[in-house]
């Protein structure tokens, strides 16, 4: 395609209409992907530091399509969040994690991953019976409320109105709320003030940088400083390296999340890890 001066759209012509074609497929396929079993969801440890035992897991929707193979999230989330298919999907995957956390409280005991984090996306927040499905979903599973976290992102409550309404009825309900992506918003501050957050999840982007200048640090640090000072825990994602686990608890945080602790696990895979501490 042309480059055609500061107009960057007309770039994409004939792919944006395979672009429109794909998406329109996906959709389809994803309105059935429910009824047919082709979801899942893994769960991914949220360890402490520097011991690395499980505090918590995030769960994490999979689909596995019959000919395409596995979808990755990144490519059929936006499209369930432009269809309005996320609303079922979210509200699917609330329940899978609130049974699953319900019954490893119940096997596990004390071992337990204590926090289940879910996701939920704008779309959802909009939705008027969203608090209403949470509430629900508690009672039908028996999953305490203070164990469940459920994640947003700055950008979806940035504009307040029923997103922010939203998540001050879920907080009231006494479910955690975590802003996910923390620090890549336009609005990260100041709504430390009007929403009511328990949990900064620090994005990858700034993980990645605590093992190099001070420079390339410094926001990492800034969040971990702004963490202690309003009583909030911090939740480093993306952290791949000992070293950067390293340099992250000498920064001040005690939670992470990465594929250096574990990847994105089945359920089943998820107990064994939960082991005792050790009785020195
Ligand atoms: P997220 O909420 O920021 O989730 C973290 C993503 O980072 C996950 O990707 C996880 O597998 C990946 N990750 C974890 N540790 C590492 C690491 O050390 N290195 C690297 N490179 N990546 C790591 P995943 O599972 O592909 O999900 C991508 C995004 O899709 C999620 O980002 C979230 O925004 C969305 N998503 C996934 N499941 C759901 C869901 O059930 N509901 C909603 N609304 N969104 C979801
Ligand atoms: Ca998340
Ligand atoms: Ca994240
Ligand atoms: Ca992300």
């Known amino acids: 395609a042309k480059e055609l001066g500061k107009s960057r759209w007309v770039e994409y012509g004939p792919e944006l209409d395979a672009h429109a074609v794909e998406h329109a497929q996906i959709a389809a396929e994803l309105s059935q992907a429910l009824d047919r079993d082709e979801l899942y969801v893994l769960y991914q440890p949220i360890v402490g530091l520097p011991g690395g035992e499980v505090r918590g897991v995030e769960a994490l929707v999979r689909w596995r399509h019959p000919t395409r193979g596995l979808v990755s999230p990144v490519t059929f989330i936006p499209v369930a969040e432009r269809t ?12 899978q994690a609130c049974l699953q956390g319900a019954e490893w409280a119940r096997t596990l005991g004390a071992r337990a991953p204590w926090k289940i984090s879910v996701n939920a996306s704008a779309r959802q927040l909009l939705e ?45 309900l006494g479910v955690k709320i975590a802003l996910d992506d923390f620090g890549t918003g336009h609005s990260s501050l100041g709504l430390l003030r009007t929403c009511p957050v328990d949990v900064l999840k620090v994005d990858k982007s700034f993980v990645d940088g605590v093992t190099g200048t001070v420079e390339q640090e410094a926001i990492a640090t800034s969040i971990s400083e702004i963490a202690q000072a309003l009583r909030l825990e911090a939740v480093a994602e993306g952290v791949e390296t000992a070293q950067q686990a390293a340099r992250l608890l000498e920064l001040g945080y005690h939670l992470a999340q990465g594929f250096h602790f574990a990847r994105p696990l089945p359920a089943a895979e998820i107990a064994p890890l939960c082991v005792p501490e050790p009785s020195l």
Not at 84 to 95: C, E, N
Not at 143 to 149: C, G, I, K, Y
């Open 128 to 172: 008027p019976s969203f608090v209403a499905t949470v509430a629900a979903t508690l009672t039908e599973t028996g999953l305490d409320p203070a164990r469940l976290t459920i994640e947003i992102t700055e950008t979806a409550v940035f504009g307040g109105g029923r997103a922010l309404d939203t998540v001050r009825a879920l907080h009231t």
């Open 84 to 95: 309005g298919l996320i609303v079922p999907i979210g509200a699917w995957v609330l329940r």
